[in-house]
Nanobody
Framework: VQLVESGGGLVQAGGSLRLSCTAS????????MGWFRQAPGKEREFVAV????????YYADSVKGRFTLSRDKAKNTVSLEMNSLKPEDTAVYYC???????????????????WGQGTQVTVSS
């Protein structure tokens, strides 16, 4: 599965940005897809993902209430609407996907085997 991202950029604190990711290739009904991020000098961390079959969405506590993940099933696309952005949201954001990710592992980076190229999000204070 190939993941292609778009969006990102530079915004002031309190502003908004939207990221999108489109999957091409073979995905199954058990596919999980979403976003991770990596700030300079830090490990890659979970942001939000969606279970493709059920539509259940999981968020990191740090973004809950500010970020909204949505999907367009017909286009195999997920979008991340990021509001009330903070300087600490600055990172490279990666789209990720995998088949058969169990719930207890849904926030673990290494459970995902498809990754986008990454897109920079910079929030200035």
């Amino acid at each position: 599965v190939q993941l292609v991202e778009s969006g990102g950029g530079l915004v002031q604190a309190g502003g908004s940005l939207r990221l999108s990711c489109t999957a091409s290739g073979r995905t199954s009904s058990s596919y999980t897809m979403g976003w991770f991020r990596q700030a300079p000098g830090k490990e890659r961390e979970f942001v939000a993902v969606i279970r493709w079959s059920s539509g259940y969405i999981y968020y990191a506590d740090s973004v809950k209430g500010r970020f909204t993940l949505s999907r367009d099933k017909a286009k195999n696309t997920v979008s991340l609407e990021m509001n009330s952005l903070k300087p600490e949201d600055t990172a490279v954001y990666y789209c990720a996907g995998a088949n058969g990710v169990i719930l207890s592992s849904i926030r673990i980076v290494h459970q995902y085997d498809s990754w986008g190229q990454g897109t920079q999000v910079t929030v200035s204070s």
